[in-house]
């Protein structure tokens, strides 16, 4: 392999993982006569904005309308004391309205880590992040919270689909999933066909240097 084939290589690999980003998701699933939350992934509250607490009392989600937006939380293993929210111009809308159609604080709650999803912005309430500082292993916060509840998604009040709110500077994510992922019908984020191009740009490239 020449020295050109390697420097692109590590070239489209820095691209690559330039490109990484994480995000946590609370997953809603239905089984029998329950519904199961469970919570996976981990956030770098790093590449969000700190922003004012905003306490959760108890366990569950609550429907709000714009300008709020639907909102879950739990603080049974104690209380938040710190903030995050999305940069500006990060999309809110899947928060809005659409996740839940009424409240519900009757889950049992089993885990360690406690949170809400909103914060403040200049006195208004919006989608993000509130946590316990000490959940944090540096800027990394990874929930291990799970919910419990006799019922269903309709006698719950909650709305089968995919809501997620992604960080428009660092593409860290929130996703509030309420049954089985559905595949993606949407076009391709830029990002994703830039990495596209430039893996067949990398094979093109290889395939010159190997007739070479």
Known sequence: MSIRTKMFGVALLGALMGQAHAGVTFTFTQSGGN????SSGVLD???L???SVF???GVGIETNDAPGSDI???TSAGGVDLAFRFSAGSNHSAWIGKLFTSDNFLWTSNGSTQFATYTQDNGTRVPG???EAA????SQWTPDVSWLVAGSFASLGL???TYTVTDARSNEFITIQVGERQPPQDVPEPGSLALLGLGLAGTAFARRQRKA
């Open 35 to 38: 519904v199961l939350m469970q």
């Open 45 to 47: 509250t790093s590449k």
């Open 49 to 51: 904005v700190a922003a």
């Open 55 to 57: 306490g959760w009392g």
């Open 72 to 74: 879950m939380g739990d």
């Open 129 to 131: 992040i509130a946590i």
């Open 135 to 138: 959940d944090l292993v540096g």
């Open 159 to 161: 709305t089968a689909g």
